[in-house]
């Protein structure tokens, strides 16, 4: 029986490992961050999360909270970490960063056939391969992969939103509230006047930004996590209809509804850090400070973490995959994570979960599976492997991408969806 080696301990390529082991088959998992991190890594854990603290909601009728269900249900090490280490977050599933990557670091690091390696991987090495190096990937490993995909690989410019410290938040201005009452305000809001959203706007679209290799215009953004000046750019009405809604979300100081509202979510177990909800951004760090402070309430806010911006790279699995995550020229070798085509912290531990069962079932000279559109993760693995090659960009997990029984009436159709899904996921436990 072979071993897999996996490249990158990101949350696919954990949970690519864990879903291996699982099975008995032996883990090589290389990790070069504890000697040689990129722009965004601060922590020396595996799993760590960039973007935001938020894996987004827990209703089984949204499409990430089935996907969610559906990791729980196979064992989800990723799952298992974020159910442990939640923050209050409403409806949705938020996480102590910190203590996350630290609980899933240590899972894998103290298992007996997971053999960690802290080394820089250059080229991919022969037998079983889960490539989960993550979006980022440079240098010689970066080069290979794009030989191997010749002009299929293309790139998207993703951003991270400022951290504010609590302390520093004037919560005379700012109040506690979740929209329309849903959850126990878990947000902090941040009400704005019209004057107030006219003067901020205006300095948003004058203020300077960090520019990256190609100009604005030339830039592909993935608009699950689109720069809150390019946002603004694309008209007024964009932030008020998108991250700055004050739908829902009264001041019980005035009984009104604010003209805007910045929302703040809790980023540790400690309440101790707010992330700026949307507001992940490419300007300059000066210009972050000016405008993060023209926000009422955190006038004098400490920015503990300002927004970056990076390069995201990923393939076009609609050339390049099948359905199991396997290369169609390398059988043998899986491609997890959001370089997959996948868009999405969940949606990355759904791929290395899948990508890892099906290498742990080359390993013991079995077939790999491919599961029906019908489940979350099968309807992902399809979408990313028969999407228009031409217009190929990663896509978060979706109700559009499930395969439905049209004849069930509107109104229930979605929770006979999530009931088929979950008891085709269990085919899984068997593999």
Not at 258 to 264: F, R
Not at 302 to 307: H, T
Not at 396 to 421: C, H, S, W, Y
Request: with cysteine; glycine share 6%.
């Amino acid at each position: 029986m072979e071993k897999v080696t996996i490249i990158g301990a990101g949350l696919a390529g954990c949970e690519a490992a864990w879903q291996i082991a699982k099975r008995n088959i032996m883990v090589d998992l290389y990790e070069m961050k504890s000697i040689k991190r990129n722009d965004i890594q601060h922590l020396d854990t595996f799993a760590e999360l960039v973007c935001s603290n938020s894996l987004r909601s827990n209703v089984l009728t949204n499409a990430v909270g089935l996907l969610k269900q559906e990791l729980r249900s196979i064992g989800s090490l990723i799952m298992e970490s974020a159910d442990a280490n939640a923050l209050p977050a409403g409806s949705a599933l938020a996480v102590d960063r910190t203590n996350f990557s630290q609980y899933i670091t240590d899972k894998i690091r103290n298992h007996p056939l997971i053999h960690v390696i802290d080394q820089e991987v250059e080229t991919i090495p022969e037998g079983i391969v889960v490539i989960a190096c993550g979006p980022l990937v440079e240098g010689k490993l970066a080069h290979q992969l794009q030989q191997l995909c010749g002009n299929d690989a293309f790139h998207f410019y993703d951003a991270v939103a400022p951290i504010v410290s609590y302390d520093s938040i004037n919560m005379d201005v700012a109040y506690r509230k979740s929209r329309y009452d849903k959850g126990d305000g878990d947000y902090i809001n941040c009400p704005f006047d019209k004057d107030q959203f006219d003067a901020f706007y205006q300095a948003l679209m004058e203020a300077p930004k960090v520019e990256g290799h190609e100009s604005i215009d030339q830039m592909i953004f993935f608009d699950g996590c689109m720069p809150f000046e390019e946002m603004a750019r694309r008209g007024v009405k964009t932030l008020l209809f998108g991250p700055m809604k004050p739908v829902g979300l009264i001041d019980p100081r005035t009984g009104k509804r604010p003209y805007a509202v910045v929302q703040l979510r809790q980023d540790d177990a400690a309440g101790s850090l707010y992330n700026i909800v949307g507001f992940q951004t490419r300007l300059t760090w000066s210009a972050q400070k000016q405008i993060v402070h023209m926000i009422p309430g955190l006038e004098n806010a400490q920015i503990v973490r300002y927004g970056v911006m990076h390069r995201n790279t990923y393939i076009n699995s609609a050339v390049l995959l099948d359905a199991t995550y396997a290369l169609k020229s390398h059988p043998h070798w899986f491609v997890a994570g959001q370089i997959s085509g996948v868009e999405g912290y969940v949606e990355s531990c759904a791929s290395g979960a899948l990508a890892g069962i099906n290498a742990a079932l080359i390993a013991r000279n079995m077939e790999p599976v491919v599961l029906p559109s019908s489940t979350m993760m099968g309807a992902m693995a399809h979408y990313i492997t028969h999407a228009n090659p031409h217009y190929f960009q990663p896509m978060n997990a979706n109700f559009g991408l499930l395969e439905m029984d049209l004849t069930i009436p509107k109104n229930k159709r979605k929770e006979a969806a999530v009931a088929q899904a979950l008891a085709q996921i269990t085919v899984l436990n068997s593999l």
